[in-house]
T-cell receptor, first 117, second 112 residues
Framework: GAVVSQHPSRVICKSGTSVKIECRSL??????MFWYRQFPKQSLMLMAT?????????EQGVEKDKFLINHASLTLSTLTVTSAHPEDSSFYIC?????????????FGPGTRLTVT | GQNIDQPTEMTATEGAIVQINCTYQ??????LFWYQQHAGEAPTFLSY????GLEEKGRFSSFLSRSKGYSYLLLKELQMKDSASYLC?????????????FGGGTRLMVKP
């Protein structure tokens, strides 16, 4: 149980285009999901907290108009990188917190490696 | 906000014991987590401490001292597959959504 999937696992796009990344909790409901970004040999940096049915909360320095987050259901959150640039190339990881679960029940997806050329 | 510090890199020998330390500063401590992350993969949950003391789970143990803002992850009987990054993360109840803030991670290299 407690599986989180991400799609796609890898994506290469051209500069200026938009890319959508999906995060799904497969066997549990997740009112809250988190989006992280990780550059090589660095730790996870929280980008935003996604709450089902409401607007996401973005961390300082993260452009909400560039990184669009939609959490339309209890099992799906999407991150759209708009007008991607090479500096957006990174490993994007989502995590989902089980609704009503214990504090440690936050499960990570397998990540999406984005390369912008 | 939180300051979470852990060593950048550590090296240990197969079969040995290694202790990875983590110190933190937070205003509303609400739990400390340890994750293991292999290169190019997502983090996997190892342990959760919210009260002082030692939590043991097989070859891995985690310790917490809230008064000192200190935790460590202890890995026993090291195996080559334990070569990975180990991430310390703290939850602060003052943060919206009870989000986790991660330290920089400790890259552990296990040598034969």
């Amino acid at each position: 149980g407690a599986v989180v999937s991400q799609h796609p696992s890898r994506v290469i796009c051209k500069s200026g285009t938009s890319v959508k990344i999906e995060c799904r909790s497969l066997d549990f409901q997740a009112t809250t999901m988190f989006w992280y970004r990780q550059f090589p040999k660095q730790s996870l940096m929280l980008m935003a907290t996604s709450n089902e049915g409401s607007k996401a909360t973005y961390e300082q320095g993260v452009e909400k108009d560039k990184f669009l987050i939609n959490h339309a259901s209890l099992t799906l959150s999407t991150l759209t990188v708009t007008s991607a640039h090479p500096e957006d190339s990174s490993f994007y990881i989502c995590s989902a917190r089980r609704t009503g679960g214990a504090p440690y029940e936050q499960y990570f997806g397998p990540g999406t490696r984005l390369t912008v050329t | 906000g939180q300051n979470i510090d852990q060593p950048t890199e550590m090296t240990a020998t197969e079969g040995a014991i290694v202790q990875i330390n983590c110190t933190y500063q937070t205003s509303g401590f609400n739990g400390l987590f340890w994750y293991q992350q292999h290169a190019g993969e997502a983090p996997t949950f190892l342990s959760y401490n919210v009260l002082d003391g030692l939590e043991e789970k097989g070859r891995f143990s985690s310790f917490l001292s809230r008064s000192k803002g200190y935790s460590y992850l202890l890995l026993k009987e090291l195996q080559m597959k334990d070569s990975a990054s180990y991430l310390c993360a703290v939850r602060d109840s003052n943060n919206a959504g009870n989000m986790l803030t991660f330290g920089g991670g400790t890259r552990l290299m296990v040598k034969p």
